[in-house]
C-alpha cells in the first residue's frame, strides 16, 4: 500500500453561537464532502475549556453544534457525529503527541497569541496545548483530510510536524510490528503511521469578517451580538444586523479591483457570493454601481433564505434532545471503537506494556 485511505476529519467547539462563518468556512464544506468520502464530524467539547474553564450551559451548547450539523445536511448514519470528550483516546493521543511536540512550536501559534493576549504567564497550560488535542483528534483516526476555515492553517501545518517527527522518532517501533506506509514528504521517503494531513480551506468563504470590522474574523467569542450572523438568529436578527454592518460611503463597484482597500465592502461582497454559489466577479457585474442600500436588503434576503431552513431544524431539534443524545451516543461508540484500534497501535510502537 502506499497511500492512506482517505478519510475526512474535522470539529467545531461548542463556545457559543455558531454563526455564518462557521457555517460557510467549515459545516458546507462538511456536508458537500459526504459524498465522495468517508467523514468523521466531531464537537469538541475538550477544547472548549481551553480558554473559559467553566461553561454553565455546556450539555446543550454541544447539543446544538451537532444539531446544526444534522440540520445542515450531514447524514449521522453514513457517517460519524459525536462528541469528543466520549473518546477518551483524543486525550490519550494528545498526551503522547505533548511529548512529541516542542514548546517553541507552540509558542508560535496566532492562536495562542491572539487569545492569552498580554497576560500569557496566566493563559491555561491547555490553551498552549490546543494544537496537539487538535492533531491527537485528526491522527487518532489516521484521517487525511480535514476541512477548516482559513485560521486553522497553522494548526494544520503542526499537525504535520508532529505527525513527522512521530514517524521518525519511532520508526524503528513502527517498522517492527510490520505497520506504517511509505510515502514520500517533498523530496523524502519515509515509513509513516500518521498521514500527512491535507488542509482543505478553499471553499465559498475561507475567512468571513466581522460585520463590525472588515479586518477582524467573525468569531464566536467577540464580545458584539452585532459582529456576526448566528445560526439560530431570527428574521429581524438577520436583517438588524446585515443593516447596521459597517461599509463605507461608496457604492459597489463593478470589478474586484474596487474592493481593494475596503475590507467592509469586501466581506459583504464575499458574504453574497459564498451564499449564492457564485464568484464575486459574478455578484459585481449583477450589484456594481449601486449602493448598499440596494445591495444590502438583498443579502438579507439572500441570508433568510439560505440560514431559515437550517434555524427552523436546529430548533425543532433542540425542542426535544433526545434524538440528537441518540446520534451522539451512537457516534461516540462508533468512533471509540476506531480510536482504540490505532492507540493499540500506539501503544504497541511506542512500547507501553498492555
Ligand atoms: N470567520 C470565519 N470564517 C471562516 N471560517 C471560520 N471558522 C471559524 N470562524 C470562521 C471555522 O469554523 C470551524 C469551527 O471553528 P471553531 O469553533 O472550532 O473555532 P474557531 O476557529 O476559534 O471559531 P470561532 O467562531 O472564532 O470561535 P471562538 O470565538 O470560540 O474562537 C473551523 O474550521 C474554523 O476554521
Redesign the pocket.
Known amino acids: 500500500m502506499s497511500e492512506f485511505k482517505r478519510l475526512v476529519f474535522?470539529?467545531?467547539?461548542p463556545?457559543?453561537n455558531?454563526?455564518l462563518?462557521?457555517y460557510?468556512?467549515?459545516?458546507k464544506k462538511f456536508v458537500a464532502l459526504q459524498a465522495e468520502s468517508d467523514c468523521i464530524y466531531c464537537v469538541?467539547d475538550l477544547?472548549?475549556i481551553t480558554?473559559q474553564l467553566v461553561h454553565p450551559d455546556l450539555k446543550n451548547q454541544i447539543r446544538s453544534i451537532a444539531a446544526a450539523f444534522i440540520a445542515s445536511g450531514i447524514d449521522p448514519e453514513k457517517h460519524i457525529v459525536f462528541n469528543q470528550s466520549a473518546v477518551p483516546q483524543h486525550a490519550e493521543l494528545a498526551w503522547v503527541f505533548n511529548c512529541v511536540a516542542r514548546i517553541g512550536w507552540m509558542n508560535r501559534m496566532t492562536?495562542f497569541k491572539d487569545?492569552a493576549g498580554k497576560d500569557r504567564e496566566n493563559a491555561s497550560l491547555g490553551l498552549l496545548a490546543y494544537p496537539s488535542l487538535m492533531a491527537a483528534d485528526i491522527l487518532v483516526y489516521r484521517a487525511t483530510h480535514v476541512?477548516?476555515?482559513?485560521?486553522?492553517k497553522q494548526h494544520l501545518e503542526l499537525a504535520r510536524d508532529i505527525a513527522m517527527k512521530f514517524n521518525l522518532d519511532f520508526a524503528e517501533g513502527i517498522r517492527q510490528g510490520g505497520r506504517g506506509i511509505d510515502i514520500t514528504v517533498g523530496e523524502e521517503p519515509v515509513h509513516a503511521y500518521f498521514p500527512m494531513v491535507e488542509p482543505l480551506i478553499d471553499g465559498p468563504?475561507?475567512?468571513?469578517?466581522s460585520l463590525r470590522d472588515g479586518t477582524k474574523?467573525?468569531?464566536?467569542?467577540?464580545p458584539s451580538d452585532l459582529s456576526r450572523i448566528n445560526l439560530m438568529d431570527d428574521e429581524d436578527a438577520i436583517s438588524k444586523k446585515i443593516r447596521k454592518a459597517k461599509t463605507d460611503p461608496d457604492g459597489l463597484p463593478s470589478e474586484l479591483e474596487g474592493l481593494k482597500g475596503r475590507p467592509e465592502a469586501d466581506n459583504l461582497v464575499g458574504i453574497y457570493a459564498a451564499l449564492a454559489g457564485k464568484s464575486k466577479a459574478e455578484i459585481l457585474a449583477e450589484f456594481g454601481g449601486q449602493q448598499f442600500s440596494v445591495f444590502k436588503p438583498a443579502l438579507v434576503d439572500l441570508s433568510i433564505a439560505t440560514l431559515s431552513p437550517i434555524t427552523s431544524e436546529m430548533r425543532r431539534l433542540m425542542d426535544d434532545t433526545t434524538h440528537i443524545d441518540a446520534i451522539l451516543k451512537k457516534g461516540g461508540e462508533r468512533a471509540r471503537a476506531r480510536a482504540e484500534v490505532v492507540m493499540n497501535e500506539v501503544r504497541d510502537i511506542i512500547g507501553f506494556l498492555r
Open positions: 474535522s470539529g467545531v467547539q463556545t457559543g455558531l454563526h462563518g462557521n460557510l468556512g467549515a459545516i469538541v477544547h472548549s480558554a492562536q487569545k476541512p477548516v476555515g482559513d485560521d486553522q468563504a475561507p475567512r468571513v469578517m474574523k467573525m468569531s464566536k467569542s467577540d
